[in-house]
């Protein structure tokens, strides 16, 4: 058997929407996970013990279970508890929910490691605690974690493919699904893994250019 | 002199600090005269950036009682009582404090200027061309009007500092905190800084400052207090405090310096 692009060449139209369903769903999942992971960050510093304790126990569950394993529970198992959703959305959430857990953790350490005398100058000149959050913990944190945020949305593309199988219209789906009518698995998997490929390799550089743009604001102490 | 009727830029009366089980700072008492220099001097350990902190409220008291411009600062006495105040009721005698620290705490995602001219829009609530305004103002004084679109990254340290000082005056503080400014400046750089500080002293600001600098002290000091552990050994002017014979405690700090610029008070 012979290794032969053209099998797949005649379903580049349906590629091409699939990858932009792929594009559409980790920018929408990011967002979300960095609204989520920065909300978890902060109530878990801010939030007392009760807040904090809770949203551990959340965090340890999702970084410690496959996220396969996450949406078929939210979307075959949802149903069980009145919680019934399409399958954009419950994929979405999911996504959404598991990228937020990785996010807080890299915020939650990138806020403790800005250095103490920063908010002591700034509760010296009167600012009070959230407006020291907002002015001065948050931008100097975004600096400090960007490199371990890039890595996270990095992970996120790649695991827009377990959606496929809630039948999401994603890459994996519909590449695979090209695979199956026309036999021609390698070719079809090859294509697949490359287009994840540059996909990754697109965000990577997206957050090395970011990371040089705000050299500027980092400390060299 | 005789004993000034004005009142005090800053009274410490009974304060004590501990952390944990050690006592860092025992039953202190100082007047911190208006309008002039009142250096803090001591080995390290001995308290006197934990006493400058109190003052900032960076650290809260175990025990005592500091008055700024005689209200009272962090707790106050009432029906013979130490009480805690609320927040709202410090906001005002805490924003004549200006505080000066050793590792300069700029903040690194703003310029020079955005560092001088924040808490005057965030906290004091101007506009951002009146914040400006003060804030070029306040960096012409420390001789940076010129680096006001710099980022921290992009200065010397002794830039950083005069930036820094810069920040405190913003607020027109009555009464300006130095926690050793120039000890992590190398020599060249410290010279800008503690000009930049004689210039404020000149001009009549009440100013506390924690300082190796023994010459600085000497020749800016209107008061000198020496600290060891935790308590205030000698306090005086610094021809009363370096006078000979010296309290064998500071005499033996001092030698420590001998090779330093405390030279000329050998």
Redesign the interface.
Known sequence: MNFDFNLVAGYLPAIGWAALTTIGLWIVALAASIVIGLAIAVARLHGGLLVEAALRLVVEAIRGTPFLIQLFLLYFGGPFVGLTMERLPAGLLALSVFGGCYMSEVFRTGIRAVPRGHIEAAECVGLDRWQILRRILLPEMMVLVLPAGTNIAVGLIKETAVLSVIGVPELTAVISGIGSETYAFVEALTLLSLCYWALVEICARLGRLAEQRLSLYRFAA | MTASTAIPAAQIEGLDKEFGSVRVLDRINLTIPAGRVTCLIGPSGSGKSTLLRCL???EEPSAGIITIGGRPLGYAMENGKRVKLTPARN?EV??Q???V?Q?F?????MTALGNVS??LT??RGMSKAQAKEIAMLKLTEVGLAHRCDY????LSGGQQQRV?IA??LA?EPKLMLFDEPTSSLDPELTGEVLNVMRKLAEAGMSMVVVSHEIGFVASVASKVAFLDQGRILLDGTPQEVFAKPRHPRLAQFLDTYLDREAVMLA
């Open positions: 900032a409220m960076l906001r805490h924003s404090i200006g505080m620290f590792q705490n700029l903040w690194p995602h924040e808490a965030t906290v980022y921290p990254a992009q820094a920040r405190a607020l």
